[in-house]
């Protein structure tokens, strides 16, 4: 497998410092060195193919083997290199393939060229040349792409078969015309020349091309018309034919039944000069006799005379056809005939005709025996040609037809030819009654098989009329099948099947003999229709229930909720119907189909429905995409108020389309749906910003004011002087705050201003009550601070405790709702009290907590 790789190293061995003996050595040193050397070795080579060669088998470098591979050229040397670098050099190997395909090309169309001048030379040598061998020479000659030698040497053999042809041509068409001319019937001078350009045509080099039936043509009409010359001038004709007419006129035409008479001098008829045996002149013997008395024939015997004529005419009508056995019925019948005496005249025609039919008789025997030779041949041959069965039969048949025929035309054969074609035949026609031996056989193998599946057909009957009885007898299972339950102890698919196969197996049997088929036939018919005969009936009654089934799927509502149950079912039941019992298979399909096409319309009519829903679930797909698009492109403007009234009304619009909307597909419900809630809690959150912020500023704004009354009841305790203006103008100065809350922080701020404004004993009562209410304020502070979850410090963890407790305690005995941390702690604020940093920063942390969660 890897025998390439080492001859590769190997060759790169001898590059290296080891040369293969005979080749051109590589000098040693680095492989740049070698490459060059290589290459130069390459360039050098100046056609020098061996040394190409042996450097291409001993170089260790791509490019220097393709650079002296194009110096390869022969065909030895290119089979070599190609063999050697086959598996190491993909590109020189092809390049040596490339160059051995064109090669072997040229060899082909060279060889093929040859083959093509032998057989043109071989035409020309062939005696009966036709136009249709140099025709095929054409064609084969035109798909060779010969060399010009080859071509000039066609191109001359081909003009020599061109001048043959055309002398073919002139020498037929000269027969033509003498044949044209001899059946003008021209005088002796012209007959005579016309013997002699037959003669000519006869010893012309290509007699053999001249047509058999032209010849025979050409023959029997120059035999009719010297018959036809006086005396003298059939004297003066009556010579031997010549030895190119003879050799043109010899035996061997195909399948001659009746060829015509060769040109030979006619025998002598009645009337004319004849010399008998010793010598004497007839004629003028016949001439010394004294006259006879001149005969009157009698109308009978002219009325016989001239139906003896016309036989004659007939004869002659029948020769010129070629009809010889017309003739020759015709010329017995005139043997057989009585009539009167001829004129000269008629003897001369008879003996005239007569002697053509011997003539003509003599040439059917031999043309006969010719023929049978050509038939024996062919029916030899017979076996060779491959034919079919009936074909070689109806082959040999037309041979022994064609026998008849040529015994009738011909007359009887020789035995020894008669034995001969007879064993042909019988040796030919073997293979085909061996084969219709074999169909016999075949065809009495089919009636046993017939008759084989009569008698199962029987047997069937004699086992199905069984179950009947067993099943309560035939009436029982009428009353069965009427009510419409198949009886248990009757196989009715069964017996289906078994009618069904048994009709294949029929119509698959083969032929069958005439004497038997039509007995089989109605056997087999009268069994078949007595087994089908409960099996139609039943399938009438299954063709109902198959039919009621039908009329039950049509009923149906399809946008019920229990159709899609309702028709399976029925599905189910068509499907055990339709394995208790098949119906014929035209009728099977038409009920089938009319119980498809009735489930059909109703899945149809529910897709329908499905559809509209689909387009109805997309309507609200689209309805609630534009809610949730009005919702996330909503902007509003104007103030925190506004904006909160804006989304307010938008979320309720919003929820109000939304549930308004129908259902949408299930695909995309719980898409649309968080694309909704995502809208209304994007406004959510915005509108809860909103009332952050706002809380947050209401928060500030109470703080602040806050701050303000407990600095003025701080300044009212410490008996400082209190500008009563400048406190309401700061007062003024702070933001408005709700309607309860300012009136609450504003009747605390306005009871301080007051008693700061009334004197002394007044400033001292209300700073009284403002240190009373120190320690309920710091209870509330506690209380607050427990209910908002926020740490009260560690030197209030007992009292925290304890006020846990107690709020636990009026929590669980107090029925109603307690008030919000909102709630509790304006009321903080509403208690007037002072406070010191620790309890401010504690209602501070109080007002972040509460104001934050805007409770």
């Not at 509003?636 to 979320?651: H, R, W, Y």
């Not at 968080?674 to 809208?679: E, V």
Request: net charge neutral; charged share 25%; glycine share 6%.
């Amino acid at each position: 497998m890897f025998e390439f790789l080492f001859k590769q190293q190997a060759s790169q061995a001898s590059v290296a410092g080891q040369p293969s003996s005979g080749g051109p050595q590589a000098p040693l040193g680095t492989p740049a060195e070698r490459r060059s050397a290589q290459a130069e070795l390459a360039r050098n080579l100046a056609g020098d193919e061996a040394a190409a060669v042996e450097l291409i088998l001993n170089s260790e470098f791509a490019d220097v083997r393709l650079a002296a591979a194009e110096h390869v050229v022969s065909q030895d040397a290119l089979e070599k290199v190609q063999q050697a670098v086959r598996n190491s050099d993909r590109r020189v190997a092809k390049l040596m393939q490339g160059r051995l395909d064109a090669i072997r090309h040229v060899q082909a169309e060279q060889k093929q060229a040859q083959a093509s001048i032998a057989l043109a030379q071989r035409l020309l040598a062939d005696e009966k040349l036709t136009p249709n061998l140099v025709a095929d020479l054409d064609r084969q000659w035109k798909v060779v792409d010969a060399a010009p030698t080859a071509a000039a040497e066609f191109a001359h053999i081909r003009n020599a078969l061109a001048e043959r042809l055309e002398a073919q041509v002139s020498l037929q068409r000269a027969m033509i015309d003498a044949l044209a001319a001899l059946r003008k019937h021209p005088d002796a001078a012209e007959l005579a020349r016309l013997t002699a350009e037959h003669e000519a045509h006869m010893a012309a080099p290509e007699r053999a091309s001249l047509p058999r039936h032209l010849l025979n043509d050409f023959d029997a009409t120059l035999a009719a018309e010297r018959a036809a010359q006086p005396p003298a001038a059939n004297a003066a004709l009556a010579m031997p034919a010549s030895p190119a007419a003879q050799a043109a006129a010899s035996p061997g035409t195909e399948d001659s039944a009746a060829p015509a008479p060769m040109a030979s001098a006619p025998a002598p008829a009645q009337g004319d000069a004849v010399l008998h045996a010793d010598g004497h002149d007839a004629t003028a013997a016949r001439a010394a006799r004294p006259p006879r008395e001149k005969h009157k024939p009698s109308p009978a015997e002219q009325e016989a005379n001239r139906q003896f004529m016309e036989l004659v005419e007939a004869m002659e009508a029948a020769l010129a056809q070629g009809q010889l056995h017309i003739a020759a019925e015709h010329d017995k019948t005139l043997k057989e005939s009585k009539t009167g005496r001829l004129t000269p005249a008629q003897a001369e025609r008879l003996a005239h005709v007569r002697a053509d039919l011997k003539r003509l008789g003599d040439w059917a025997r031999w043309g006969g025996n010719v023929s049978r030779e050509e038939l024996v041949h062919a029916v030899e041959s017979l076996p060779a040609e491959g034919l079919g069965m009936s074909e070689l039969a109806k082959k040999v048949g037309s041979m022994r037809e064609r026998w008849k025929a040529l015994d009738g035309v011909s007359g009887a054969a020789p035995k020894s030819l008669w034995e001969k074609f007879d064993a042909a035949c019988t040796a030919a026609y073997a293979p085909a009654a061996a084969h219709f031996k074999q169909l016999a056989d075949e065809r009495h193998s089919n009636a046993a098989k017939a008759q084989q599946l009569v008698d199962e057909a029987n047997a069937l009957i004699a086992r199905d009329t069984a179950q009947l009885e067993a099943a309560g007898g035939a009436e029982v299972d009428r009353e069965e099948s009427a009510s419409g339950n198949l009886p248990h102890t009757h196989d009715w698919r069964t017996l289906a099947s078994s009618t069904q196969r048994l009709r294949q197996a029929w119509g698959r049997l083969g032929t069958i003999d005439r004497k038997d088929k039509k007995r089989l036939d109605t056997a087999f018919s009268k069994a078949m229709d007595a087994l089908m005969a409960p099996l139609d009936s039943q399938r009438k009654i299954e063709v109902a229930r198959r039919e009621q089934l039908i009329e039950e799927v049509g009923k149906l509502n399809p946008l019920e909720r229990h159709t899609i149950d309702t028709l399976r079912r029925l599905q189910e039941s068509w499907q055990g119907h339709a394995r208790a019992l098949p119906l014929e298979r035209k009728t099977e399909q038409a009920l089938w189909q009319k119980f498809r096409a009735a489930c059909d319309q109703i899945f149809a009519r529910r897709k329908e429905h499905a559809h509209a829903a689909d387009h109805e679930r997309k309507a609200h797909l689209h309805a609630r995409e534009a809610i949730c698009a009005g919702l996330e492109s909503a902007t509003f403007e104007g103030d925190d108020k506004a904006v909160l009234a804006a989304i307010g009304k938008a979320l309720k619009d919003g929820a109000a389309a939304w549930h308004a909307s129908g259902v949408v597909p299930r695909a995309s419900e719980q898409k649309i749906d968080q694309r909704y809630r995502a809208a209304v809690g994007a406004l959510q959150s915005q509108a809860e910003s909103i009332r952050k912020r706002a809380g947050a500023a209401q928060a500030s704004a109470l703080r602040e004011k806050l701050r303000l009354a407990q600095a003025l009841e701080s300044a009212l305790a410490e008996a400082g002087d209190i500008d009563g203006a400048a406190w309401s103008n700061r007062w003024q100065a702070l933001a408005a705050l709700p309607a309860e809350q300012e009136r609450t922080l504003r009747t605390r701020f306005d009871a301080a201003l007051k008693a700061a404004g009334e004197g002394a004993a007044a400033r001292a009562a209300y700073a009284g009550q403002l240190d009373t209410n120190r320690q309920p304020l710091l209870s509330e502070v506690l209380r607050l601070e427990i209910m908002a979850g926020i740490d009260s410090g560690a030197e209030f963890a007992k009292d925290r405790l304890k006020m846990q407790v107690e709020v636990l305690q009026s929590s669980l005995k107090s029925g109603q709702k307690p008030a919000s941390h909102s709630a509790q702690l304006l009321a903080l604020c509403a208690m007037p009290a002072l406070v010191d940093a620790r309890t401010a920063s504690r209602i501070e942390q109080l007002f972040r907590k509460i104001g934050a969660e805007g409770k």
